[in-house]
């Protein structure tokens, strides 16, 4: 008998998620921010994670972060989750939505075309897995250091 194709699929999806959070994790630490993943907030976690600038008090007080991540299995309900941590956080949180592939990003941009997630639309960055894997972490690791004392300059 063969192995069952819905089985596969949700491994797959689950290693994508798992996947993304880790090169947004280490992306994070090389940027020299503070991640958090499964963030609850206020009765929604957060399926990605979050950064916040620097260290863990600015988590630890309540303090907004800087960017909330969710990595799109299903699209509502990932838009749902960032729609959620804007209105909880509102002013300069950045949101952004990874995705896997480009079906997944046409199924989510449908979805943020219409219905009550429309405000979303010019909010959201949609990142492609592959965008993550390929490049962005390979270079920072790379570049890590430089990179980090640019984007700490406002910080001394």
Known sequence: ???????VE?????QGVNEAVALLMEAAQLFGYYPVGNVDVGGYRLGGLAWWGGNEDEYRDGLAPLAVFEVVDNP??????????????????RLYAVVRDENARKALER??????????RRRVKVILLDELRGGLVQDL??????????????KD
């Not at 949700?10 to 689950?14: G, L, N, R, Y």
């Not at 979805?111 to 979303?120: A, Q």
């Not at 690791?141 to 406002?154: A, Y």
């Open 111 to 120: 979805v943020l075309r219409g219905g009550s997630f429309h405000e979303l």
């Open 76 to 93: 509502e309900q990932a838009l749902a989750r960032l729609k959620h941590a804007r209105d909880r956080w509102r002013g300069g949180v």
């Open 1 to 7: 008998m063969v192995g069952g194709g819905a089985g």
């Open 10 to 14: 949700a491994e797959s999806t689950t």
């Open 141 to 154: 690791r790379r570049h890590g250091e430089l990179v980090r004392e640019f984007v700490t300059l406002d």
